[in-house]
């Protein structure tokens, strides 16, 4: 997750590359619409114009991360072919998780197979799963690492990786809940599956929130720890079968446990840690929004989801979370990334967030219209699986958009390890290691003539 951004994670901004504009910063001015059609462009100009500034910032102080992952991707990295372009590696990481959720979709749609020995997933399903989760966890460690190698370090790089990690936190949580089942003596009920997939949801937004007012990302620990964790559960599963988990140690089941940790660590963790940094950054002047409703505003729409879609859970005329538990899921997963992608190119290009969040409209009118007329309550779940095709189809048109138009913006390809010629004055490339702006201006010179 946080430690694949296109920079190390350990490192602080002064490995960043800068993105400069190579002649008249004038043409800073200018309107930027790169996208054959108006409605890809999605980054308003000044956006496009913030990621010229941007520097990335993090702190990773995690044991686990330090002394175990970092080393091991380091050792690894070499051996990842120079051809290859890191976000391609971003992006195989991401179908790995998809392909995990695909599968156990066909063994386990309802999230109930574990319920019945007679409806476990056959154990070489989790031999399958264990290998994608572990290369999915493996190749987000490696992108930055080897983007730093090939010098194709970008904004673009960042925002492409957090922006599938933030639609990635509820496809895990699927699989990971599958392993133990829901509805049954040792799993965990329904409604409380989906408030512990709410509580990563949240985690994850308020990690980048975090970084909107300090300008620091500060690398939870509990991201590399909980895919350890999934990593030994699925290699547990594959050995001995879902009927392992049927048990309970002082009254709590294994799935209980892992709810209750899931929160402890959410609660006395992540959640003081996140005031705590906020609390510094305040006392030493460093927030980067001094107004507390400036500072809250890209909160605003990740609670407004979580109030309707719970509204939603509990007074559904047909139980719509117990009988389509995985849809609903998906929805709730999928706007929440949307949600979510608005923050971090927010925080990335140092603009105001917005207060509301367009993609939450058809998610209260397909609601609302459920309440309203009776006779839509019987087709309930058609609804919903229209709305959830919907989101998913408007969200990929979002970030597939939103990469074009920044890799135009930053006369980069997203997908290769080939630099483009710099065209004219709107455009803009990233100085190289040691490259000065005055050789970068010089170079550009040489190319455009």
């Known amino acids: 997750m946080d430690s694949t951004a296109d920079e190390d994670s350990n490192t602080i901004s002064d490995k960043a590359k800068l993105i400069v504009q190579i002649n008249d910063p004038e043409e800073l001015e200018a309107p ?98 264990a290998f994608n989760h572990f290369w999915a966890h493996t190749l987000d460690g490696l992108d930055g690492k080897h983007a730093r190698r090939t010098n194709s370090s970008s904004p673009l790089g960042e925002l492409f990786d957090h922006g599938l990690d933030s639609w990635v936190t509820s496809l895990h949580a699927l699989c990971i809940f599958s392993v133990f089942g829901i509805d049954h003596e040792y799993g965990i009920p329904t409604y409380r599956m989906y408030y512990v997939l709410w509580q990563l949801l949240i985690l994850f937004s308020v990690s980048h929130w975090e970084k909107y007012n300090t300008g620091i990302l500060y690398l939870p620990w509990g991201y590399d720890i909980s895919q350890l964790i999934g990593f030994i559960v699925y290699i547990v599963t594959a050995i001995y079968g879902q009927g392992i988990w049927k048990f309970k140690l002082l009254g709590i089941s294994p799935g209980v446990a892992l709810e209750l940790t899931l929160y402890a660590g959410a609660f006395f963790l992540t959640i003081p840690i996140t005031f705590r940094n906020m609390y510094r950054a305040y006392r030493t002047g460093t927030l980067k929004h001094a107004s507390f409703l400036q500072s809250m505003r890209p909160l605003s729409t990740i609670l407004i989801l979580f109030g309707l879609t719970m509204w939603w859970a509990l007074a559904s005329p047909s139980a719509i979370l117990m009988s389509h538990v995985r849809a609903f899921t998906l929805m709730t997963g999928v706007v929440s990334a949307h949600v979510t992608c608005a923050l971090i190119i927010h925080q990335m290009s140092s603009t105001r967030a917005r207060w509301f969040h367009w993609i939450l409209i058809p998610v ?56 483009p010629p710099v065209v004219g004055a709107s455009k803009s490339r990233l100085l190289s290691d040691g490259e000065t702006q005055q050789q970068a201006e010089r170079m550009a010179t040489i190319e455009e003539h």
């Open 32 to 129: 930027i619409v790169y996208n054959k059609m108006p409605w890809g462009n999605y980054l308003r100009d000044e956006e496009l114009r913030g990621f010229r500034k941007y520097k990335y910032s993090a702190v990773d102080t995690s044991p686990l991360s330090n002394y175990v992952m970092h080393p091991f991707w380091n050792w690894l990295v070499p051996y990842v072919p120079r051809s290859i372009a890191p976000n391609t590696l971003t992006l195989a990481g991401f179908l790995l998780v998809v392909l995990n959720v695909i599968i156990l979709s066909y063994y386990d749609f309802d999230v109930k197979a574990a319920a019945s020995p007679a409806t476990f997933v056959p154990n070489w399903i989790w031999v399958l799963i």
């Open 364 to 419: 209260a009118v397909t609601w609302l219209a459920i309440l309203a007329v009776p006779r839509l309550a019987a087709h309930e779940a058609l609804l919903l699986y229209l709305l959830t095709a919907f989101v998913t189809a408007a969200h990929v048109h979002y970030g597939v958009s939103t990469v074009k138009q920044m890799a135009n913006f930053l006369n980069i390809y997203a997908f290769s390890i080939e630099k």
